[in-house]
């Protein structure tokens, strides 16, 4: 598919690319550009599987499309969403001296007949009779982050339409942010030797990614210079993502309908913006970005939202990119595309769901233009993220977690989760499995299915390719064992991936015991733990657990011997510890004491009646299910 046979991506390696000659000017490739062209080659000649290369905003994507088309064998169709990322792609490729042509109907151009054709989606699902005879071998989405997980979706139509023209068909997609609210990252595998997105997602593979930092730190990208404004802000903190991970506008317009902070906040931003070029503000609302609008100079303001007419917009545009407007205020339409590289001043209005939402904004200012010396970030609305964080897979399960850095005990690989650190260590983490990327088992090795309680299984780290070779590693931080063959399954599994038994059904448990007169199920409220002596007056350490109503079971522990320490690690730490994997192995009920906040209590403690005393039976962790727990309000399950 792709013609290359040396390290210099840049020389003319394609066989049957249509040229008229290069230009004077062609456009010289940075190493991180040669690198995503050549990692991008030796993925396609191994593998059929959709890839994608991740890229900072302004860091030339659009140079390495054109790079990757000119030195295609086969026809190559590049896709955007809107037309000024057509347009702005042909325009690099042609920079080349090569023609290419344009199938768009808001560029008013239908054209596919040369060897590289740049499109928008909406045209091509409209003309597919065009891209049907087979012979394309490459497709390059632009903003790939943007192909849906439906098939029914206007990039998936296209690329089953051209699939079944040609079966060897590539896909390649290009981003600055690989992540997709309500799905989570967008592609599987990692060429770091790590996993990010679920099996199912369409692209398989990130073959490159360039981080933001190094981008900035090699003087590619503007600084961004975040600054703590003093101001009264917005508060958005009580809003919580809706099912498809975004804020609900109503919502956001209770918060920022008429609220006091504005117009200070709008003074801020001008009295901020006096010595900058150019000025754009992210609102929350429509109604929100009119008010912001109506406090900014008039002569010297826009604002375009997604009502605004299409001719109007790119006049707008045009007028801000010329520089005879300065405020350039938006609601959700100028994240993306949008390339205006004297934008010096980022003001932010609005709550972000995503780091990755939060890097596109910013990224909006980080092209470098001249006398600009850095981009200047106003957040007015409390977002909690890091603009070099990388973006974690789970949703954020509360505002007072960060990403912390928890290492596989099986595979050594440093896993990305939500969590809370002390000081310098991770006291919890949300993680479920680990990240890794192993050497995948062969038959009759020792894999998950056979994986027991606790036992490791050696798994070698794969790192500097992502291949379907490899396999995600065992390793699970939270589980739910088979009660028939031990193996470890996903917390919110419903069968055993092992033995294919039905795992038993936390509401099973509860409805069960609550029906036995001789057992005793506690909805906890609170863990205790203390130091206490047994009838021969030897030291144990005594976990207390209390339902709301003052019931209590407890349990006992030594810790005296190797033997008791190990018991005690596999009976009780291995599920209490708020973060699991830990090499966390304390040798005393003292250090168990004082390592209390590093232990969290189950959800529910079952425990049955031998002779005249209490002995726990079961406990329930990660719970949900149709019971209420202790810690949240409502009616009794």
């Given at each position: 598919m792709l013609g290359m046979t040396q390290t210099a991506p840049s020389a003319n390696l394609s066989e049957t690319s249509t040229s008229a000659g290069p230009a004077a000017d062609v456009p010289t490739l940075r190493p991180y550009q040669h690198e995503a062209v050549a990692r991008t080659v030796a993925h396609f000649r191994a593998s059929d599987d959709p890839a994608v290369v991740v890229l900072p905003t302004g860091s030339g994507k659009s140079l390495v499309i054109a790079e990757l088309a000119r030195i295609a064998r086969g026809r190559v169709l590049v896709l955007a969403h809107v037309r000024e990322l057509v347009e702005q792609n042909h325009a690099k490729y042609e920079a080349y001296g090569l023609s290419a042509d344009i199938f768009s109907a808001g560029l008013k151009r239908k054209e596919a007949a040369r060897q590289v054709v740049f499109g928008s989606v909406q045209s091509v699902i409209n003309g597919l009779e065009a891209f049907s005879a087979g012979d394309f071998t490459l497709v390059v989405i632009d903003e790939c982050h943007r192909v849906s997980l439906e098939e029914d979706a206007s990039y998936r139509r296209v690329i089953q339409a051209m699939g079944e023209a040609n079966p060897r068909l590539k896909v390649l997609g290009l981003t600055a942010t690989p992540y997709r609210l309500g799905q989570g990252f967008i592609f599987h595998r990692h060429y770091h030797g790590m996993v990010r997105g679920d099996e199912d997602c369409f692209f398989k593979d990130c073959v490159f990614e360039q981080p933001l930092r190094l981008m900035v730190r090699q003087g590619y990208l503007s600084e961004p210079r975040r600054i703590d404004v003093a101001i009264e802000g917005y508060d958005f903190s009580a809003l919580a993502p809706g099912i498809g991970g975004s804020f609900n506008e109503q919502e956001m317009n209770q918060v920022v309908k008429g609220a006091r902070a504005t117009p200070g906040i709008v003074a801020d931003v001008m009295a901020r913006a006096?010595?900058?070029?150019?000025?754009?503000?992210?609102?929350?609302?429509?109604?929100?970005?009119?008010?912001?609008?109506?406090?900014?100079?008039?002569?010297?303001?826009?604002?375009?939202?997604?009502?605004?007419?299409?001719?109007?917009?790119?006049?707008?545009?045009?007028?801000?990119?010329?520089?005879?407007?300065?405020?350039?205020?938006?609601?959700?339409?100028?994240?993306?595309?949008?390339?205006?590289?004297?934008?010096?001043?980022?003001?932010?209005?609005?709550?972000?769901?995503?780091?990755?939402?939060?890097?596109?904004?910013?990224?909006?200012?980080?092209?470098?233009?001249?006398?600009?010396?850095?981009?200047?970030?106003?957040?007015?609305?409390?977002?909690?993220?890091?603009?070099?964080?990388?973006?974690?897979?789970?949703?954020?399960?509360?505002?007072?977690?960060?990403?912390?850095?928890?290492?596989?005990?099986?595979?050594?690989?440093?896993?990305?989760?939500?969590?809370?650190?002390?000081?310098?260590?991770?006291?919890?983490?949300?993680?479920?499995?680990?990240?890794?990327?192993?050497?995948?088992?062969?038959?009759?090795?020792?894999?998950?299915?056979?994986?027991?309680?606790?036992?490791?299984?050696?798994?070698?780290?794969?790192?500097?390719?992502?291949?379907?070779?490899?396999?995600?590693?065992?390793?699970?931080?939270?589980?739910?064992?088979?009660?028939?063959?031990?193996?470890?399954?996903?917390?919110?599994?419903?069968?055993?991936?092992?033995?294919?038994?039905?795992?038993?059904?936390?509401?099973?448990?509860?409805?069960?015991?609550?029906?036995?007169?001789?057992?005793?199920?506690?909805?906890?409220?609170?863990?205790?733990?203390?130091?206490?002596?047994?009838?021969?007056?030897?030291?144990?350490?005594?976990?207390?657990?209390?339902?709301?109503?003052?019931?209590?079971?407890?349990?006992?522990?030594?810790?005296?011997?190797?033997?008791?320490?190990?018991?005690?690690?596999?009976?009780?730490?291995?599920?209490?510890?708020r973060a699991p994997g830990a090499d966390w192995r304390p040798t005393s009920i003292q250090e168990v004491l004082a390592g209390e906040a590093r232990l969290k209590a189950p959800d529910f403690v079952v425990g049955r009646k031998v002779g005249r005393y209490w002995q726990i039976r079961d406990k329930l962790f990660d719970y949900q299910g149709r019971y209420r727990k202790a810690e949240a309000a409502g009616p009794d399950g």
């Open positions: 006096e010595d900058r070029q150019g000025v754009m503000l992210f609102c929350s609302t429509v109604a929100h970005a009119e008010e912001v609008a109506g406090l900014l100079p008039a002569a010297e303001t826009a604002l375009i939202t997604g009502t605004t007419a299409s001719e109007e917009r790119e006049r707008l545009i045009a007028a801000f990119k010329a520089r005879t407007l300065k405020y350039l205020v938006n609601v959700s339409v100028l994240t993306t595309g949008f390339d205006a590289p004297h934008v010096d001043l980022i003001a932010i209005l609005r709550p972000t769901e995503s780091v990755s939402l939060y890097q596109q904004i910013i990224g909006r200012g980080l092209r470098l233009a001249p006398g600009k010396r850095d981009c200047l970030i106003l957040d007015y609305a409390g977002n909690p993220w890091d603009i070099y964080a990388p973006e974690v897979a789970a949703p954020r399960p509360a505002g007072d977690t960060e990403p912390v850095q928890v290492e596989c005990p099986e595979c050594g690989h440093a896993n990305l989760f939500w969590g809370r650190m002390d000081g310098e260590v991770v006291i919890e983490h949300f993680g479920r499995r680990c990240q890794g990327l192993v050497e995948r088992h062969e038959p009759g090795g020792k894999g998950e299915s056979d994986r027991q309680y606790g036992a490791a299984s050696g798994a070698k780290k794969v790192t500097g390719a992502a291949s379907g070779a490899n396999e995600q590693c065992t390793f699970r931080f939270r589980f739910k064992a088979c009660e028939r063959c031990g193996a470890e399954n996903d917390i919110a599994a419903r069968a055993c991936h092992g033995c294919g038994e039905r795992l038993v059904d936390p509401d099973d448990k509860l409805r069960e015991a609550l029906k036995l007169r001789d057992a005793r199920v506690l909805r906890v409220s609170a863990m205790q733990l203390e130091a206490t002596r047994n009838g021969r007056g030897l030291e144990r350490l005594k976990i207390n657990y209390y339902d709301e109503d003052g019931t209590a079971l407890a349990e006992w522990f030594a810790l005296e011997t190797p033997a008791q320490r190990h018991a005690f690690q596999r009976a009780f730490l291995a599920r209490h510890l």
